[in-house]
């Protein structure tokens, strides 16, 4: 099993650019998730899916949208970029029920200038 | 919302050392704790997670974590620390009373382990 994958694993993109970030799971999870990493934050909840053709907003949710077209993919896209949005992002997914390991897959670094 | 609040950004200690990494929940019930390993350019590895049962955790790697409920803590501790436990640590909570499983992270513990 590949776990968690995600593509691209570095962007570099202008402002105003769109982009769109993969992450598949071979897992059969029903939940899937994307996070930001910015030094000294931890990681935050951008959006969520809780299945397939569900999505639902996170913490920090402005400028970003998703999609769940396929239980095993999870899409996140930012229609114009902002150098605010330069991080790196983490693809998660599991089962679901509480209390259940969040498996993560290994990032995508973005800068936007 | 449920809040993680990890005491100390980086700690440094010596190979073979004690680590000591802390982590304090704010919640009126106990949630889920989950510690998470961040070696460099890689995602998160658990380490360990408390559930219910034993209050005592033992993760990979020689970790282990004690849950206090009267000090709503979840310190991650290992004996003698050892040049590949270099990495950042994140301390997470999952509200029991959720159905989504969403985790709440702290900001995070750089561990630096000198020779």
């Known amino acids: 099993n590949a776990g968690v994958t995600q593509t691209p694993k570095f962007r570099v993109l202008k402002t105003g650019q769109s982009m769109t970030l993969l992450c598949a799971q071979d897992?059969?999870?029903?939940?899937m998730y994307w996070y930001r990493q910015d030094p000294g934050m931890g990681l935050r909840l951008i959006h969520y899916?809780?299945?397939?053709?569900?999505?639902a907003k996170g913490e920090v949710p402005d400028g970003y949208n998703v999609s769940r077209l396929k239980k095993q993919n999870f899409l996140l896209g930012l229609e114009s970029a902002a150098p605010s949005q330069t991080s790196v992002y983490f693809c998660?997914?599991?089962?679901?029920?509480?209390?259940?390991?969040?498996?993560f897959g290994p990032g995508t670094r973005l800068l936007v200038l | 919302a449920q809040s993680v609040t990890q005491l100390g950004s980086h700690v440094s200690v010596s190979e073979g050392a004690l680590v000591l990494l802390r982590c304090n929940y704010s919640?009126?019930?106990?949630?889920?704790l989950f510690w998470y390993v961040q070696y460099p350019n890689q995602g998160l590895q658990l380490l360990l997670k408390?559930?219910?049962?034993?209050?005592l955790v033992k993760g990979i790697n020689g970790f282990e974590a004690e849950f206090k409920k009267s000090e709503t803590s979840f310190h991650l501790t290992k004996p003698s620390a050892h040049m590949s436990d270099a990495a950042e640590y994140f301390c997470?909570?999952?509200?029991?009373?959720?159905?989504?499983?969403?985790?709440?992270f702290g900001r995070g513990t750089q561990l630096t382990v000198w020779p």
């Open positions: 998660a997914s599991s089962y679901g029920r509480v209390g259940e390991t969040q498996y």
């Open positions: 897992m059969n999870h029903e939940y």
């Open positions: 899916s809780v299945g397939e053709g569900t999505t």
């Open positions: 919640s009126s019930v106990p949630p889920y």
């Open positions: 408390y559930t219910s049962a034993a209050t």
């Open positions: 997470a909570v999952s509200a029991r009373g959720s159905t989504l499983g969403r985790l709440y």
